[in-house]
């Protein structure tokens, strides 16, 4: 069964500091990894993967695509509190129905002040 | 520039009763999903649909209904709500053939079945 694991589940840190996200998936047919930020409503979309080790940025945030192994990251610098979100991983299967992405639990991120 | 919009924004049913969530985009993208989301859970695709007049199961379609007379709209129906329906509700779209890219998502509608 396809599926998406993001750890660690919640993390604290204070601002200024940088964190990292992972999101590891099993599927059949991968086409491609997506990041989405939820913070009170609606997912926004972050950044969208597709090849390995192309480092993919927007200001503070980056990522990065491991098709070998099976992985991304989210590394986020320099934090600051209006980063505190819920960070969703998702993963397309090119084998399965039309835009059924397949979603991690996410990883909820407080930073403090 | 108003994307996605959904109503209502939260509802309150009894076990047995039906409602219609709303969704309309204003964005002329084809492809329209609804996905539910559970506390503490990712996403699970309800339905889809690739264009006016075609819709398909996602995932998790049991208990759901949808219809997709307009590029427009894209309603998801509840015929008999039960508990295990409480969730929140996001509707989505995008407009890149082929491939789910960049979904757009509404505000999301909270759903208990009481």
């Known amino acids: 069964e396809d599926k998406v694991v993001q750890s660690p589940l919640s993390l604290v840190v204070h601002e200024g500091d940088t964190v990292t996200l992972n999101c590891s998936y099993e599927?059949?047919?991968?086409?491609?990894l997506l990041w989405y930020k939820q913070e009170k409503k609606a997912p926004t979309f972050l950044f969208m993967l597709?090849?390995?080790?192309i480092e993919k940025k927007s200001g503070r945030l980056s990522s990065i695509l491991d098709k070998k192994e099976l992985f991304s990251i989210l590394n986020i610098t320099a934090t600051q509190t209006g980063d505190s979100a819920v960070y969703l991983c998702?993963?397309?299967?090119?084998?399965?129905?039309?835009?059924?992405?397949?979603f991690g639990k996410g990883t909820k991120l407080s930073v403090k002040p | 520039n108003a994307g996605v919009t959904q109503t209502p924004k939260f509802r309150i049913l009894k076990i047995g009763q039906s409602m219609t969530l709303q969704c309309t985009q204003d964005?002329?993208?084809?492809?329209m999903y609804w996905y539910r989301q559970d506390p503490g859970m990712g996403l699970k695709l309800i339905y889809y649909?690739?264009?006016?007049?075609?819709?398909d199961k996602g995932e998790v379609p049991n208990g759901y209904n949808v219809s997709r007379s307009t590029t427009e709209d894209f309603p998801l129906r509840l015929e008999l709500a039960a508990p295990s329906q409480t969730s929140v509700y996001f509707c989505?779209?995008?407009?890149?053939?082929?491939?789910?890219?960049?979904?757009?998502f509404g505000e999301g509608s909270r759903l208990t079945v009481l």
């Open positions: 597709t090849s390995s080790g």
């Open positions: 599927v059949t047919n991968f086409r491609s």
């Open positions: 998702a993963v397309e299967d090119n084998g399965g129905s039309q835009g059924n992405l397949i």
């Open positions: 964005m002329n993208h084809n492809y």
């Open positions: 649909s690739v264009g006016a007049g075609i819709t």
């Open positions: 989505a779209s995008s407009s890149i053939a082929g491939q789910t890219g960049e979904l757009f």
